[in-house]
Structure formats: C-alpha cells, structure tokens
C-alpha cells in the first residue's frame, strides 16, 4: 500500500513552522560558563579539608528543597548554577576528602577531571571504529598498560566498564559462554565468604541460583583455603555437579585480605575451572613492589576485575575488566544489527560493542591516559606506597592504645578494630562501637564505617586518598578513642 502524497499547503504550513530551534550558547557564553564551574571546582579543593566529611540529611527535608515540576521555562544557566552551589553541593558527602576513611574512598585528581570534562564537552562516542578511531586505540593502550601491570599474556584484553561490578558482570558472562556453553544446568561456582556482594548479583542475572554459590569459608586471616576449596569441588564432581568458574579475592572489602592466588590457580588448572580474580579494591597495589608480591599468581587468572576508580585514583566511573584472550569477549558479546550494517566488521578495526554489554559507551579512557601521561606512574606508585604505610602507621597506634583492640592487621590499606571497655561483653561492645561510628557521622571530623568480622563489630579504616596525610590518620584514631571514651563514660548501655 503506497502512503499518500502529502498536500503541498501542509509541506507548507510544516516549513513555516520550523524555527531553528537549538540549544547552542554563543562562545563568549560558552567561555563565560565554563569558567565559572572550574572556579567553582577549584574553590571546593581549597576548602575541601575544612568541610564536614559528610552530609547526614533527612529525606522529608530533601523532598522540600528539591521537588517541583518539571520546568516549562528556563531560568538561566546562572541560576542553574546558583542552585548548584546552594541547595545540592551543600548536600553531599565528599568521599574525596583527606579523612574520609569509610567504604572504598574514591579520591579523584584534577587532570582527570578535565579529562571527563573534554570526554563530555566532544561527546566522544567510544562504542566503533568508524566513530572513534582514536579514542578507541587510546583505550586499547589503557587495557595493553594494566595487561602488563600484572603481567598477563600478550592475547589478553579487555574493555573499559563502569565499576567492579559490571566487570564482574561481564567476565561471568564469558565465563559461562567459554566453560558452559551458555548451559548453567548444574553449574557450580566457588567464591570466598568474603566475596563482594556482585559475585551473587551477577551471578542471579546471569541465571545462577543461589544453590549454584558454593562458598568456601576463609580461614583466621580471612581468605580463601586452597584446600578447603579442592574438595568442595571434588565433592561436587562426585555428587555429578558441574564445577566451572572460582571467584578469587585480589583485595577483600572487608580487609584488604588477598586470597592464595597461586595455590587457587593451581587448584583450577588441575580441574579445569575458569579463575576470576575480584582485583577491584587491590589490583592497583601490583605498581608497587610489595603489591605485585601479594598478588603473585594473578597473572595465571582468566579474567580480572580492576577499578581506576579507586586506586588509580580516577572519577567515577571507571572499572576494567581483563580476560586472558580478548577474543572471547567478542565470541560472548558480538550480535551484528542491520542498523550497524556500515560499520567494519573487520576485527582489526575494533568496535568495543562487540567486546561488551554496552552499546552506547564514553570515552573513559581519556581521562585514565591523560592522568598518567602527565603525572608519570612513578607518581601514582609513591602514593599507593604512602597509602600502605599510612595504614601500617594506623595499625601501630591502635596497638600502642589501651582503648582499642585490632580485629584485622593493615592490608593493602584496610585495618579493622573495635573499641574496647573493660569488663564488657561482645554485645555491649558492639553497641558501643555502633555508637561511635553513629558519633562519627554526626559530627562530620571525619568518616569511617563498619563491617562485621567473624560476627564481631568492627569499625574498619580504609587509606585511599592521595590527599591523606599523617596527621589525618593519627587526629582521626585520637578522634575515635576520645568519643569512645565519652561514650563510655556516659554510661552507655
């Protein structure tokens, strides 16, 4: 059936009504704008110490200063921006502040900064070669950077992806496809009890019940047992299970902790089991001499999760995912549109939408390879050092106090403790550190958080700021033992 030829006074009528709308600023505008937000970026950094480390805000609160329609008319980008500085900047914890100490930090640098700003500001899309022929090899010499890092094969590859647990996410899914066949009929997967909670997440969207987990409970140090886990796998082969794939911890959440990676690949060699490394915390730690030490055996892993975005100091997002042949990222990921018809097909002249879950993709590598172009690894090195003795530092101040006792010695940045009182009992004790870190986030000096340690409270200090300093380490300990013993003494139940 043919359309109908459209009536001359409607093409008409439809040409009058264009108006060439846009939403272009003039240059001068443009400029005008610009610096005015990295004033206001440079300002925050010069302030940055002396804020409060978070914002604690009720909802009902937030709902008040926020909700509105969506706006019919503009009111200018100086309003915008007046907006910015008074209602939303006010209302945000900095995890990029120098006592900031809690979850994993994310402390960013400015070179970086800039770099996401150019990636936006060109509205790179990162996805094809046809697009972005640069971008793409600037990403690719990224990956080839982190591959020898931790001293992986020449064939290995990756991509870049949002975080930890989309790298998980995509390393699980090429795992199944290259071991399983995309069958997770009677699958099992290994992981340590200290795993992070993606390994479950994307194991459930990859269509793994829970039954299929099979957790390997960590020992007194709190990584994986390489003998625990060569006969839960052997159980599970006599019980005509399917064992494929081990989670294995490059630098636990909880402690820093890293897994036996050499004795856990010699495991998976032996029964033929795919080895993901959960390199996201601790991966980068490998620039330095004592991290590629603790990491021995990463390099023999089929895939590895690594986030810039955490010690590489990078903006969010930037995660990574390794896999020991790039080629199998494509054979998982590549499903040809007719709409992507014109783009190469050949795999020299690389689409990254066929190594990946992501279509629409930026251009997270900019900023990655601008920041260690200007600053030098030897750069980045020194401060992964500092980090670690600060943290070494952190671990002999709470011996040489009474007030506290350590649950988890400094590794790879992360010491655990507790305050203690005497005469008290585990639950009083768990109340009472509950107490302080409730203080802490009250009081805004500084931000720690807790975890729990074979069933313990533990409040935990993670150093992963380039902006941290001795005298931040030390104040915040001298912080926490003085509440706490405030809180003591007040006769908390």
């Known amino acids: 059936m043919t359309e109908p030829k459209t009536d001359p006074t409607t093409q008409d009528a439809?040409?009058?009504?264009?108006?060439?709308?846009?939403?272009?600023?003039?240059?001068?505008?443009?400029?005008?704008?610009?610096?005015?937000?990295?004033?206001?970026?440079?300002?925050?950094?010069?302030?940055?110490?002396?804020?409060?480390?978070?914002?604690?805000?009720?909802?009902?609160?937030?709902?008040?200063?926020f909700r509105e329609s969506m706006p019919e008319q503009g009111v200018g980008a100086d309003r915008v921006l007046a907006e910015?500085?008074?209602?939303?900047?006010?209302?945000?914890?900095?995890?990029?502040?120098?006592?900031?100490f809690g979850y994993i930090p994310g402390s960013s640098n400015f070179v970086s900064v800039m770099g996401d700003a150019i990636a936006s500001g060109c509205n790179v899309f990162g996805a094809n070669w046809l697009a972005a022929p640069g971008p793409i090899q600037v990403e690719l010499v990224v990956i080839d950077w982190f591959r020898e890092m931790l001293g992986m094969p020449r064939e290995a590859g990756g991509i870049l992806v949002s975080g930890g647990s989309m790298s998980l996410f995509t390393a699980l899914a090429v795992a199944r496809r290259e071991t399983l066949a995309d069958d997770v009929t009677n699958a099992i997967l290994y992981l340590s009890d200290q795993a992070h909670s993606s390994v479950a997440r994307a194991a459930r969207l990859l269509g793994f019940g829970p039954k299929q987990l099979r957790f390997v409970r960590a020992g007194a140090d709190f990584r994986m047992n390489a003998g625990h886990l060569r006969a839960a796998v052997d159980a599970d082969a006599r019980a005509g299970l399917r064992p494929f794939a081990v989670i294995a911890n490059g630098g636990t959440t909880n402690t820093g902790s890293i897994d036996p990676l050499g004795d856990i690949a010699d495991v998976c060699a032996e029964r033929s089991l795919w080895l993901h490394v959960d390199a996201a915390y601790g991966g980068f730690a490998a620039l330095t001499e004592r991290g590629r030490r603790l990491l021995a055996g990463i390099e023999r892993a089929d895939s590895v999760t690594l986030d810039p975005h955490k010690w590489l100091y990078q903006p969010f997002e930037a995660g990574c995912v390794l896999v020991r042949d790039m080629r199998m990222l494509r054979t998982t990921f590549t499903m040809r549109a007719?709409?992507?018809?014109?783009?190469?097909?050949?795999?020299?002249?690389?689409?990254?939408?066929?190594?990946?879950?992501?279509?629409?993709?930026?251009?997270?590598?900019?900023?990655?390879?601008?920041?260690?172009?200007?600053?030098g690894v030897a750069r980045f090195r020194e401060i992964v050092d500092q980090n670690l003795d600060l943290a070494l530092v952190a671990e002999q101040w709470l011996a040489g106090s009474a007030s506290f006792e350590i649950l988890s010695p400094a590794r790879l940045g992360i010491v655990c403790f507790r305050f203690r009182a005497s005469g008290a009992d585990d639950a009083r004790l768990d109340r009472l550190n509950e107490a302080i870190v409730r203080r802490t986030h009250e009081?805004?000096?500084a931000m720690v958080t807790s975890t729990r340690l074979a069933g313990r409270f533990a409040l935990r200090l993670c150093v992963l700021n380039h902006r941290t300093r001795l005298s931040d380490v030390e104040g915040t300990l001298a912080y926490l033992?003085?509440?706490?013993?405030?809180?003591?003494?007040?006769?908390?139940?």
């Open 338 to 375: 007719d709409y992507l018809q014109d783009v190469p097909p050949e795999e020299e002249k690389l689409c990254f939408f066929d190594y990946g879950p992501q279509l629409s993709r930026s251009f997270r590598a900019l900023k990655i390879w601008m920041s260690l172009k200007a600053y």
């Open 14 to 65: 439809l040409r009058a009504r264009i108006r060439d709308v846009s939403l272009e600023l003039e240059p001068e505008e443009m400029r005008r704008l610009g610096y005015a937000m990295v004033d206001l970026l440079v300002e925050r950094a010069e302030r940055l110490e002396a804020e409060p480390v978070i914002a604690l805000r009720e909802r009902r609160d937030m709902e008040t200063l």
């Open 481 to 493: 033992e003085r509440i706490g013993r405030e809180i003591d003494a007040a006769g908390f139940a």
């Open 84 to 100: 910015l500085r008074e209602k939303i900047l006010p209302n945000v914890g900095h995890v990029d502040h120098p006592r900031f």
């Open 443 to 445: 009081e805004g000096y």
